[in-house]
């Protein structure tokens, strides 16, 4: 095979003599005359618009090795694939690698022939790597996929946080390309590669007019997923799952309707998802079910359709995954599904997360975006492209610019909604707001006198699910949002307050409204009202698990989280009541875990009280102690201080003397302490 070694030729006669293609496609040559110039450059594009053709084409042109971080191991392989088949010396050092790659990729290195390393970020943290790449000369850092070093993204890799620490002991340039990229991420993105210098920056359109888009409520899903395959028989596609277990499932389903297809999930052998790998670039029509651990980097160009059959993550995560489709330029088709419960464990998984507050704040207010786009009463392009920044006019290609949506307007209903919020002091979510706004006096309700607020049953015109309906198209609007520091209750945003103050109009999606239906009966572990501050525990749970590198178990199994968001103990007493908290337990983690029900620090226990959690001798103990420092200087204020230590205290507490003979009978209490407490502590013993 002859290859491509030298550094000899013009970008565009190599564009032609290795590439094959005639010219650039719009925005790709000014990139790679930055790069080839070697200033450090940030190219945000569009998936399918020629990103690593960036990166590629520069490396023929310069001296010595470019290196290339990329994310996925997919990824790398199938770029080298391709460069390899282009006549380009290329490799990769990955996990995946058999022996015999990794020696031929250091053997080329060595004899000084390969122009393009690629490796993953987790490589990086190796102590061999900076040696080793000064020795085979590398004078270009590209990385792919970008975004994965902001922890204000869609898709966060710790390990590309040691990216510029690399450019700067290499001292050479990097280009760094990505397809999604909100100005925060950008910013984060110029922050960690360039250490603030802005770099060379190229933001090109992200339209990609070519794919069509819809969204579609959830009603039988899988039957939905298997018609929309079926009109496209034949045709190759991706359908997005949450799970691993339903990429199974509804593989199987479609291979029983007679659709050639294969399943792939992160738990499967790196043999069997290569396997899938290599037969959807190779066989024709077949339908991939993942989860999002596929795509990326799949440089399948005639992939025809992309279905969700789960809520996406973020906007960012479905404009990348949508744009797997269509890269050839042809048409292309997307339908995303959503639901309720969608919704919950998306809300559920930022939550869980060990993120600080501000950041799940900020991922709320994505899934909004996306719910935004879901809910969408005009053109979804305009909306989809509106989130990056981008200006346009409705694109005659998404299911609305087809069938127009139908709109009422819901202004009395979302101030409704609204003035519910407010009079219950934003510390609830849709469940418990829902059930005011219809009148259903819940023993939570009447618990809390909201049977007697003036919106109780004002929302009588509307069932529940239309009320699921009207909250969701209002986060969808970023009027509200849940709060992860109050449990997932709803507050509203500064967007909804001239909605509340009548200055302001609030259309929204009649359709939905109409269809939404009952939530289909699922097994929920809590309540929808006690879910936020369940996933709140799971989260220190998990927290304290990774610090000790203990299975989360070890520290309290599912159903004591359970309990716990449940009955919402208040004191380490209270704590000491729920099923699986047992006197080490309390003592190892119990102040950690009311912090996150209460809200506050539990104040420290003496061990000597920490062993009565729990028991009546606790308040026993409290109550003496409260005596005790009343009495410390006598009736008058004036005396001789004296106090008894929480050990005799203790002993009171539990044995209960009944008589000042008893009472001098613990150890610690002599003749001053029991002329100065001895009355108040039989008193109080009494009373117990």
């Not at 610690?668 to 117990?688: N, P, Q, S």
Request: glycine share 10%.
């Amino acid at each position: 095979m002859q290859t491509v070694t030298d550094t000899a030729g013009t970008p565009g006669a190599l564009l032609a003599s290795v590439f094959g293609f005639a010219d650039f496609r719009p925005g790709q040559e000014e990139i790679v005359e930055a790069v080839r110039a070697g200033q450090n450059t940030l190219a945000i594009m569009p998936t399918g618009g020629g990103k690593s053709l960036c990166f590629q084409l520069p490396a023929l042109c310069r001296p010595g090795v470019t290196l290339v971080v990329s994310p996925l191991i997919a990824l790398m392989r199938d770029q080298v694939r391709a460069l390899r088949a282009a006549g380009v010396e290329a490799g990769a050092l990955t996990s995946g690698n058999t022996g015999e790659e990794t020696e031929a990729v250091f053997q080329a290195l060595d004899e000084g022939r390969l122009k393009l390393l690629y490796i993953a970020p987790e490589r990086l943290a190796s102590a061999a790597t900076l040696p080793m790449l000064r020795r085979i000369g590398v004078s270009l850092i590209a990385v792919d996929e970008a975004h994965c070093v902001s922890q204000w993204g869609h898709d966060f890799r710790p390990d590309y946080l040691r990216i510029g620490e690399m450019r700067r002991a290499l001292g050479v340039p990097l280009a760094a390309f990505t397809a999604t990229a909100d100005a925060e991420t950008r910013d984060e993105i110029v922050a960690r590669l360039f250490d603030g210098q802005p770099p060379a920056t190229f933001l090109r359109g992200f339209d990609r007019p070519n794919i069509h888009l819809a969204f579609a409520v959830k009603d039988s899903p899988r039957e939905q997923i298997l018609r929309f395959a079926a009109a496209r028989k034949g045709q190759s596609g991706i359908v997005y799952c949450g799970t691993r277990a339903k990429t199974e499932t509804l593989a199987q389903a479609l291979r029983e309707a007679g659709h050639p297809s294969a399943y792939y999930h992160g738990g499967m052998e790196a043999d069997e998802r290569r396997h899938v790998e290599i037969r959807f670039q190779q066989e024709d029509g077949l339908i991939v079910v993942a989860t999002v651990a596929f795509g990326m980097g799949i440089d399948k160009p005639d992939i025809r359709w992309v279905a969700h059959a789960d809520l996406p993550k973020s906007i960012e995560g479905y404009y990348q995954e949508i744009g797997r489709a269509g890269r050839d330029g042809a048409a292309a088709e997307t339908l995303t599904l959503y639901g309720p419960d969608d919704i919950r464990l998306r809300r559920a998984q930022i939550d869980e997360g060990l993120a600080p507050p501000e950041r799940k704040q900020a991922d709320h207010g994505r899934l909004n975006a996306l719910l935004g786009l879901a809910e969408a009463v005009e053109c979804r392009r305009k909306v989809l492209l509106g989130y990056f920044g981008e200006a346009s006019q409705p694109c005659g290609n998404c299911d609305l610019c087809d069938r127009p949506a139908r709109i009422f307007d819901a202004t009395d209903a979302v101030r409704k909604a609204l003035s519910a919020i407010l009079r219950t002091g934003e510390s609830f979510g849709a469940g418990h707001l829902i059930d005011i706004l219809t009148g259903n006096a819940t023993d939570k309700v009447r618990a809390r006198g909201h049977d007697d607020l003036p919106t109780f049953g004002v929302g009588r015109d509307l069932s529940k699910p239309a009320w699921g309906a009207v909250f969701r198209q209002m986060m969808g609007r970023d009027l509200v949002r849940p709060d992860t520091e109050r449990h997932g209750a709803l507050r509203m945003t500064e967007a909804a307050r001239p909605v509340l103050r009548g200055e302001a109009a609030v259309m929204l999606r009649q359709d939905t409204v109409e269809r939404a239906r009952p939530a289909v009966a699922v097994r929920a572990q809590v309540s929808d009202e006690d879910a936020s501050l369940l996933s709140a525990l799971k989260a220190k749970r998990r927290a304290l698990a990774e610090a000790a590198g203990v299975p989360a178990y070890v520290i309290f199994a599912d159903r004591t989280l359970i309990e716990m968001a449940e009955k919402r103990p208040g004191t380490l007493d209270q704590m000491m009541g729920i099923t699986g908290v047992g006197a080490r337990k309390l003592e190892s983690f119990g102040a950690a875990f009311l912090a996150v029900i209460t809200g506050a620090a539990a104040a420290p226990l003496h061990p000597a009280r920490m062993k009565l959690a729990g028991q009546p001798a606790g308040d026993i103990f409290d109550r003496l102690a409260e005596a005790q420092l009343a009495l410390a200087r006598g009736e008058d204020g004036t005396g001789k201080y004296l106090s008894c230590t929480h050990s005799t205290l203790r002993q009171i507490a539990e044995r209960r003397p009944s008589t000042l003979s008893e009472l001098a009978g613990i150890q610690g209490m002599g003749e001053a302490k029991i002329d100065r407490f001895g009355a108040a502590f039989l008193d109080i013993l009494r009373d117990a």
